[in-house]
T-cell receptor, first 118, second 116 residues
Framework: AQTVTQSQPEMSVQEAETVTLSCTYD???????LFWYKQPPSRQMILVIR??????QNATENRFSVNFQKAAKSFSLKISDSQLGDAAMYFC???????????????FGTGTLLAVQP | GAGVSQSPSNKVTEKGKDVELRCDPI?????LYWYRQSLGQGLEFLIY????????KSGLPSDRFSAERTGGSVSTLTIQRTQQEDSAVYLC??????????????FGDGTRLSIL
């Protein structure tokens, strides 16, 4: 079974600075997807960024980028120029690469609570 | 609607009562998921619906939990004889189905369930 581990329960960053959130995972599969979701106090899970395991290039979305190390099974999220609105719980998630009707459930880590200091 | 809609937003009930939670997915999304988020934990998969296929119920924690999806759209998650350990936020997500499951899941705001 696949597992996702986030070893940092809480992190803090100064506004405009850069912060990196860690995520490791365990799987025997070779093809899969990795995600970072943001959950503000409103509870809604918002997709931040997605990485396909078969792509070597690290995904980037504006101020958000990942460092995907497939051999090390590591998937960290870097937030540049942190803003007050970035304060939230961040979850790393894994999904197998399935065809057809197989379950495409997400497997989540326990989250990292990010505080942004003004 | 524009996003996944869940109701009620909050539900407080007494131990032993039955509850129904509702999810209205994004129009056109054939895949629908229920997850549970307990305090301080990540999300735990409960059940998955895909079109007219039999649902994957492998994540349901006990036979007190059940879910339906009528007409391939709205879904209800029912918890019978609620227990205090059922207290959690229940999140629903939907996605387009596609080869390789690359479609992202879009989440609702969840229902916070509190069992007294």
């Amino acid at each position: 079974a696949q597992t996702v581990t986030q070893s940092q329960p809480e992190m803090s960053v100064q506004e405009a600075e850069t912060v990196t959130l860690s995520c490791t995972y365990d799987t025997s599969e070779s093809d899969y997807y990795l995600f970072w979701y943001k959950q503000p106090p409103s509870r809604q899970m918002i997709l931040v960024i997605r990485q396909e395991a078969y792509k070597q290039q690290n995904a980037t979305e504006n101020r958000f980028s990942v460092n995907f190390q497939k051999a090390a099974k590591s998937f960290s999220l870097k937030i540049s120029d942190s803003q007050l609105g970035d304060a939230a719980m961040y979850f790393c998630a894994y999904r197998s690469y399935h065809y057809g009707g197989a379950t495409n459930k997400l497997i989540f880590g326990t989250g990292t609570l990010l505080a942004v200091q003004p | 609607g524009a996003g996944v809609s869940q109701s009620p937003s909050n539900k407080v009930t007494e131990k032993g009562k039955d509850v129904e939670l509702r999810c209205d997915p994004i129009s056109g999304h054939t895949a629908l998921y229920w997850y549970r988020q307990s305090l301080g934990q990540g999300l735990e998969f409960l059940i998955y619906f895909q079109g007219n296929s039999a649902p994957d119920k492998s994540g349901l924690p006990s036979d007190r939990f059940s879910a339906e999806r009528t007409g391939g759209s709205v879904s209800t998650l029912t918890i019978q004889r609620t227990q205090q350990e059922d207290s959690a936020v229940y999140l629903c997500a939907s996605s387009l189905a596609g080869l390789g499951s690359g479609q992202p899941q879009h989440f609702g705001d969840g229902t916070r369930l509190s069992i007294l």
